[in-house]
């Protein structure tokens, strides 16, 4: 994370500083996955660091893969896990494919919790290339999606990323699969097992959230 990007962060935070639960809760938070035959990653790798260095760049390390793994796009709301799409075996989602997922998948659970719950949700997803690319922006834009600005580099900010280390805890857990397919049948499984009130504790989390961004100045959070 360079400077501009801890910059951003922090501006970021400081906008939202006084968003209540309430406008966190409608949100939907997406992200995309990688999930390996074993439940994560087959390649760790360990830091000596001494206490409170947990979030210096220094002791931060990118996480590899090196096992045959799935691709997985997810989303989660107030309502609990919503839609999860499978991708092809070391696949990187192009644009044509995302705006396919929000057309048939994403952008109809976003607009039933709104039906649901009589008020709009905002929807959440980084700035991958393929989430914007100018015909994914035209097709939210035709939609009157709205949209919550995400900043560079900040997993720490969005709470699926603590589903998806549940989740991938969870497959670890079970039998070591011999397929993707086998692997993709207990990925849905455990899935589907993620509680409601779980998710809602982590989507509470946000204004705690904002309050540690701002603390370190748009640097790395304990989250």
């Known amino acids: ?34 999930i390996s035959k074993s439940g994560s990653c087959n390649h760790r790798e360990w830091v000596r660091r001494r206490v409170g260095e947990d979030c210096k760049e220094e002791c931060i390390s990118a996480t590899r893969f090196r096992e045959q793994s799935l691709m997985l796009w997810g989303c989660i709301s107030l309502e609990g896990v919503g ?7 070391n696949e990187r989602m ?21 039906k649901q719950h009589n008020t709009p949700f905002m ?40 589903v998806w280390s549940k989740l991938k805890r969870n497959v670890s857990r079970r039998m070591r699969t011999t397929s993707l397919d086998d692997l993709w049948q207990n990925v849905q499984e455990e899935w589907l097992k993620i509680d409601k009130n779980y998710i809602l504790s982590l989507i509470q989390s946000m204004p705690r959230r904002i309050k540690a961004v701002l603390k370190s100045k748009g640097g790395a959070t304990k989250y």
């Open 83 to 89: 839609p999860l799409k499978r991708f092809a075996p």
């Open 1 to 34: 994370m360079t400077k501009e990007h801890q910059r951003k962060r922090y501006l970021w935070a400081k906008e939202r500083r006084n968003w209540t639960i309430a406008d966190w809760l409608h949100c939907v938070y997406t992200d995309e996955c990688r």
């Open 94 to 114: 192009s644009a044509k494919q995302y705006k396919q997922l929000l057309i048939h998948r994403g952008i109809p659970y976003l607009l039933t919790l709104g």
């Open 123 to 162: 929807f959440q997803h980084d700035g991958a290339s393929s989430h914007t690319a100018k015909t994914v922006k035209t097709y939210l834009q035709r939609k009157n999606i709205d949209l919550l600005p995400w900043p560079a580099h900040s997993p720490d900010l969005n709470p699926i990323e603590n």
